[in-house]
C-alpha cells in the first residue's frame, strides 16, 4: 500500500480563523513533507520532517505551524492566513532522507481557500 | 543550488502516437530523477523513476532515458491513450540536499483520441 491520505479535501477559512491539515500514511516511512501548489505550477517545499523532528523550513510564515505527533500522522495548523495562500497543500511520505534518492509518494492533497 | 528546466510546457499528440518530455538539470551531484503526473483536482503520482547508474528504465509503454555527461533525461511514452492527459512533471534530488527535490516547470500533455 503506498497511500497517502489527507483530510479534509476541501478548506475554506476566512483570515482570523484557525484550522488544521492532517495527513497519514500507514508505510512505515520516516521522513513526511508538506507541499504548497499553486495553479499550474510545480509544487512547492514548505516543511520537511525525518524522525519525527523538522528537518527542512524553507523560511515559511509563522501563520503555518507544522506538527508530527507520531510517524504515522503529520498536522499543519494555519491561523491568519492570508487569500494569497490559498492553494492546493501536499503532503508526501518518503523512507527516509538518507541519500536523497527517496522515492516520495504524494497524498492528493487539500484545496484551501482564504477569504 | 540546482536548477531544473522542463520542456515543452504544453504537448498536444494523436492517440497512438509517442510523447517525448525533456529535462535539464544543472548539479552534477543530482543522482536521483523521478517523473509524476499529476491528474486534475489530485496530487502527484509517481510514475517512473531513475537513478544516476543507470541510463535508461522501462515499464511498459513508459520510459525514461538518462545522461548524466550532458545533465538530461527524457520521458518517453509509447502509444498514447486520452488517459495519459496530463501534467508531468520532472525532478531531481541529492544526497547534499535530501529532502529537496527540484521540480520542473511541468509539461501539460493532451492526447486526442
Known amino acids: 500500500d503506498t497511500e497517502v491520505t489527507q483530510t479534509p479535501k476541501h478548506l475554506v477559512m476566512g483570515m482570523t480563523n484557525k484550522k488544521s491539515l492532517k495527513c497519514e500514511q500507514h508505510?512505515?516511512?520516516?521522513?513526511m513533507y508538506w507541499y504548497k501548489q499553486k495553479a499550474k505550477k510545480p509544487p512547492e517545499l514548505m516543511f520537511v520532517?525525518?524522525?519525527?523532528?523538522?528537518?527542512i523550513n524553507e523560511s515559511v510564515p509563522s501563520r503555518f505551524s507544522p506538527e508530527c505527533p507520531n510517524s504515522s500522522l503529520l498536522n499543519l495548523h494555519l491561523h491568519a492566513l492570508q487569500p494569497e495562500d490559498s492553494a492546493l497543500y501536499l503532503c508526501?511520505?518518503?523512507?527516509?532522507?538518507?541519500?536523497?534518492?527517496?522515492?516520495?509518494?504524494f497524498g492528493p492533497g487539500t484545496r484551501l481557500t482564504v477569504l | 543550488g540546482e536548477n531544473v528546466e522542463q520542456h515543452p510546457s504544453t504537448l498536444s499528440v494523436q492517440e497512438g502516437d509517442s510523447a517525448v518530455i525533456k529535462c535539464t538539470y544543472s548539479d552534477s551531484a543530482s543522482n536521483y530523477f523521478p517523473w509524476y503526473k499529476q491528474e486534475l483536482g489530485k496530487g502527484p503520482q509517481l510514475i517512473i523513476d531513475i537513478r544516476s547508474n543507470v541510463g535508461e528504465k522501462k515499464d511498459q509503454r513508459i520510459a525514461v532515458t538518462l545522461n548524466k555527461t550532458a545533465k538530461h533525461f527524457s520521458l518517453h511514452i509509447t502509444e498514447t491513450q486520452p488517459e495519459d492527459s496530463a501534467v508531468y512533471f520532472c525532478?531531481?534530488?541529492?544526497?547534499?540536499?535530501?529532502?529537496?527535490?527540484?521540480f520542473g516547470d511541468g509539461t501539460t500533455l493532451t492526447v486526442k483520441p
Open positions: 508526501a511520505s518518503s523512507q527516509n532522507l538518507a541519500g536523497g534518492t527517496d522515492t516520495q509518494y
Open positions: 525532478a531531481a534530488s541529492s544526497a547534499t540536499n535530501a529532502g529537496k527535490s527540484t
Open positions: 520532517y525525518s524522525y519525527e523532528k523538522l528537518s
Open positions: 508505510m512505515g516511512h520516516r521522513a
